[in-house]
C-alpha cells in the first residue's frame, strides 16, 4: 500500500495531475501524510522559493449581511456588537502598515451595505497612494463592483468556494447560491484579478471525495492563492454541537494543493494555527504554505471579529507578533518576502 501512496505523491509531483479517485485516497490515509507533507514542501521550495510573504490584515467591519451557518458573524447572531470603521480610519490603519514594512494589505470585512462601491474605491484609491498591492476580501458583488475596485486599484480578491458541494453549499448558506459564488469567481477572474479561493475542511457530512471535487475546482478555475482551514464551531451559531475539522485533514488537504497547483500562494491559516497555537503555523509552512497574514486591526475591536472561537494571539500587539513571526521563519531556515509577493500562477498567466 505505501508504495502505492508513493506512486501516487510521484505522479502528482511529475504531473501535477491527479484523478478524483487518487485524490480521494490521499486524503484518506494518514499514513501517507509524511511523505506527502515532504512532497509538498519539497515542490514549494522548488516552485515559490523559500520566501514567506507576510499580508498586513484589516477587519474593517464585522457587520454582515449574510448567514452562514459556522460563522460567528453570521445576521442571526443578535449577540454580537458590531463595529465597523469609517473610511479614514480604514486607510490610517492602511498607512501604518505600510509604515510597519507590508508590501500588501487586505481589507477583509462581512458583507456591510454601509462600504458602497464608491465607499470602497475611494479606500482603495488612497491606500494605493502607497506602494503596496491591495486584496479585498468582502463576500459577493455584482461584476460592476468587482469592476469598481479594479478601476480602484485594487490588486487580489478573496472569496472561498467553502465547499463544492452544491446540497452541503445550500445547506450551509442559507440564501446563497454554489451558482453565484462560482460567477462572482469567475467574473474576478476576467478583470484581472489575482483570485483567491478555498474550502473549509470538516462541515458537517464534507467528505473526502467532496474535498477531492474542490481541489479539482482550484485547478480548474486556475486559484492563484488558495486558503484552507479546518472548520471551527462557533456557540452562537447552528453548528455549535458539531465536531469541528481536523488538522491532519486540513495538512493534507494544503499538502495536496501545493502539489496540484505548485505556483499558487498558500497561506498558512489563522484556523490551523487555532487548533494548534504551538505548531499550527510552523506545521502549515513545513507542508507547502507560503504566506501568513498577520491582524494589524486594533486590539479591541479584534475581540469582536469572531468568526470562530479562540483565535490566537488576539491580545498581542501587531508587531510583537509580527516579530515573533520573523524568527519562526527564520529559524526554518526561510526568508521573510521583501516584495508583494504577486502569486507565480498569476504571473505565468499574464506572460502567456
Ligand atoms: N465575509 C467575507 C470575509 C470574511 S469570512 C467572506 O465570507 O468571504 C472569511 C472566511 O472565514 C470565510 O471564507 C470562512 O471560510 C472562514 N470562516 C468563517 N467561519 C469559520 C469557522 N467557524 N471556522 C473556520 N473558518 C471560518
Ligand atoms: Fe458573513 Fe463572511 Fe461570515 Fe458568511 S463567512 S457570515 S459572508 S462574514
Request: glycine share 8%.
Amino acid at each position: 500500500m505505501k508504495q502505492t501512496y508513493q506512486e501516487l505523491i510521484t505522479k502528482a509531483v511529475n504531473t501535477q495531475q491527479l484523478t478524483y479517485e487518487e485524490i480521494t485516497m490521499l486524503l484518506g490515509a494518514g499514513d501517507a501524510q509524511q511523505m506527502l507533507v515532504r512532497a509538498a514542501d519539497e515542490v514549494r521550495r522548488k516552485a515559490v522559493g523559500d520566501d514567506v510573504h507576510l499580508r498586513g490584515l484589516i477587519e474593517f467591519s464585522n457587520r454582515c449581511r449574510q448567514n452562514c451557518c459556522y460563522c460567528g458573524l453570521r445576521r442571526d447572531n443578535r449577540g454580537l456588537e458590531r463595529y465597523y470603521l469609517k473610511e479614514d480610519d480604514v486607510i490610517d490603519l492602511a498607512q501604518e502598515a505600510v509604515r510597519c514594512g507590508y508590501r500588501t494589505v487586505v481589507l477583509q470585512s462581512g458583507e456591510d451595505a454601509y462600504f458602497t462601491a464608491d465607499r470602497m474605491a475611494y479606500i482603495i484609491r488612497k491606500i494605493k497612494e502607497n506602494d503596496v498591492a491591495v486584496t479585498l476580501s468582502i463576500g459577493e458583488k455584482s461584476r460592476e463592483e468587482y469592476r469598481t475596485y479594479r478601476e480602484a486599484g485594487a490588486n487580489r480578491y478573496l472569496l472561498r468556494i467553502e465547499t463544492t458541494n452544491e446540497k452541503l453549499y445550500a445547506k450551509m448558506h442559507p440564501g446563497q447560491e454554489l451558482a453565484n459564488r462560482k460567477r462572482c469567481l469567475y467574473d474576478l477572474k476576467e478583470l484581472g484579478y489575482e483570485v483567491g479561493t478555498g474550502s473549509l475542511i470538516g462541515l458537517p457530512t464534507q467528505t473526502d471525495e467532496m474535498i477531492a471535487k474542490d481541489i479539482l475546482f482550484f485547478k480548474e478555475l486556475g486559484a492563484d492563492m488558495i486558503g484552507l482551514g479546518p472548520f471551527i464551531p462557533h456557540d452562537d451559531t447552528p453548528l455549535r454541537a458539531e465536531a469541528g475539522g481536523d488538522f491532519d485533514k486540513s495538512l493534507r488537504v494544503l499538502a495536496l494543493v501545493r502539489l496540484l497547483l505548485p505556483y499558487t500562494n498558500i497561506p498558512a491559516t489563522t484556523a490551523m494555527e487555532t487548533l494548534r497555537p504551538k505548531e499550527g503555523r510552523r506545521l502549515a509552512l513545513g507542508a507547502g504554505a507560503n504566506v501568513v497574514m498577520l491582524n494589524v486591526t486594533s486590539r479591541d475591536r479584534r475581540g469582536l471579529y469572531q468568526l470562530y472561537p479562540g483565535k490566537p494571539r488576539a491580545k498581542d500587539e501587531p508587531m510583537e507578533d509580527r516579530l515573533r513571526l520573523e524568527e519562526e521563519i527564520r529559524a526554518m531556515g526561510r526568508t521573510i518576502g521583501m516584495t508583494q509577493g504577486v502569486s507565480k500562477a498569476w504571473q505565468q498567466e499574464i506572460n502567456e
